[in-house]
């Protein structure tokens, strides 16, 4: 044996000629290890101009006498490099970080949080790893105050990503509370890990408390027939030009659409549709300055445009409840155009939702006498047909009242066709509205006799 098995430090031999060189050289790798300081432990290059006190941790990467000596110990020594391989154990101090850093047989790490920088991974009875740095296994955890106050912080880096707390059982997510993955504060529940639903969601501007869960505490709908189910048009689906309406309340933006249903599935094609919104209507002076969350259901094809007003955003592809929320800006009074229009292609999806709010919840359908009565406040259709059959004498007329279901929006345009007629002066027939709740159908004899006249088809327009 020439070196001690531990240091390396060179023995004197038996007869050995100038015994006192391998003692110095001994001494000197004593003096270099015990209570070792190193200068730094990521300078990959050797300082221009060493002393007999600069040592290195030597860090990937390593050039000139550095190279390829990645974890090793380099020491300066009779005006040369050393370099020396560490066993597990060995402990030096880092000048530059002021820290203790330990090896462990595969790498140099911080000893313990000494300082201001801190511990890349600490694990208290568990092992940390690149995910989990602060590991610790125990019965409970106490995080005490100093005097005062103690507040405990949770920080994401941006809007779309998550700040929250998990509860796992057998590593499997069941419920979660925080910022997952937008600003709004959740409680999520899952059966299995991989499902998630929300429970409770708090709107982080007005503290309005929604259940999305819960179809009974479902948000008001600002939109009208979201589900297209009444369709007084008789729409079959297909092309529709650009202003004209379609199913209830819907009607075709700039450039026409191309849209279809089938049972509650929406599929739009191409162009897009647009419902205009009456803040008057649910007893707002304006929707300017106010969240509004839009939501469709089981958005299938591609990503959704969609446009509130002045503002647009985009609603990503996926099952369930997707949504975007946007706020109208200053200058959208009035009335408010909702518009949707596929990204690209050719997209699917149910249920179209519009809230106060910047929280989706869940599809709560109106009563259908409910939802049919607001639709006939814009449109109304009455079934059959209006005859007059009186008999008058000469330019006399007869007339027929008819009571609107509901209170237009205002007084409204009117449209029909007249399917038989006797004795009538000229065409001085027809059907006309007197003012939002009321109309009449009105028919002028041409001779003294029987004057009829038999109205059908017969539409009441007020949509915008």
């Not at 370099?83 to 790498?107: I, Y």
Request: charged share 15%; with cysteine; net charge neutral.
């Amino acid at each position: 044996m020439t070196d001690t098995p531990r240091l390396s430090l060179p023995l004197l031999a038996a007869g050995q000629a100038q015994k006192h060189v391998t003692h110095n050289d001994a001494l000197t790798r004593l003096d270099a290890l015990i209570h070792l300081v190193v200068d730094s432990r990521t300078q990959t290059a050797p300082p221009a101009s060493p002393t007999e006190l600069s040592a290195y941790i030597v860090p990937p990467g390593g050039t000139g006498a550095f190279a390829g000596r990645a974890d090793q110990l380099a020491l300066f020594e009779d005006g040369g490099w050393t370099f020396l391989t560490p066993r597990a154990g060995w402990q030096a101090w880092v000048a530059d970080e002021a820290e203790h850093n330990l090896w462990t047989g595969t790498e140099w790490r911080r000893a313990s949080p000494l300082s201001s920088l801190g511990a890349e991974r600490w694990g208290i009875n568990a092992s940390a790893d690149a995910t989990n740095r602060l590991a610790v296994s125990s019965e409970a955890s106490l995080f005490n105050h100093a005097g005062g106050d103690h507040r405990l912080k949770i920080n994401k880096g941006a809007a779309g990503n998550t700040a929250s707390v998990l509860f796992q059982a057998n590593w499997s997510g069941r419920a979660e509370f925080g910022l997952a993955g937008d600003d709004e504060f959740r409680v999520k529940v899952s059966g299995d890990g991989s499902a998630w639903h929300d429970a409770i969601a708090i709107d982080r501007w007005t503290g309005s408390v929604v259940l999305p869960g819960s179809a009974w505490a479902c948000g008001t709908d600002l939109l009208i027939n979201g589900d297209m189910q009444i369709n007084q048009r008789g729409f079959a689906g297909g092309a529709l030009a650009t202003g004209n309406y379609g199913f209830d309340r819907w009607k075709a933006a700039s450039g026409g659409a191309n849209l279809s249903r089938s049972g509650f599935a929406i599929t739009l094609n191409s162009g897009g549709i647009v419902q205009v919104v009456e803040p008057a209507l649910w007893g707002l002076a304006s929707f300017a300055g106010l969240s509004l969350t839009l939501s469709v259901e089981g958005l299938s094809g591609g990503n959704l445009s969609v446009a509130i007003g002045s503002q647009t955003g985009t609603i990503t592809a996926g099952a369930d409840r997707r949504s975007v929320t946007l706020t109208p800006a200053v200058g959208d009074t009035g009335a408010l155009t909702v518009r949707l229009s596929p990204s690209a292609g050719t997209v699917s999806f149910a249920r179209i939702k519009l809230e106060r709010g910047g929280v989706a919840t869940g599809w709560g359908a109106r009563a259908l006498a409910i939802e049919q009565m607001l639709c006939r406040r814009y449109h109304w259709r009455p079934d059959g047909q209006i005859l007059i059959d009186a008999y008058q004498a000469a330019a006399a007329g007869a007339r027929q009242s008819i009571g609107m279901p509901v209170p237009m929006r205002t007084t409204p345009a009117v449209g029909f066709t007249v399917s038989s007629e006797i004795n009538v002066q000229g065409s001085d027939r027809g059907v006309v509205a007197q003012s939002p709740e009321r109309a009449y159908a009105y028919v002028t004899a041409q001779t003294l006799g029987r004057v009829r006249a038999a109205f059908d088809a017969i539409a009441f327009d007020a949509e915008f």
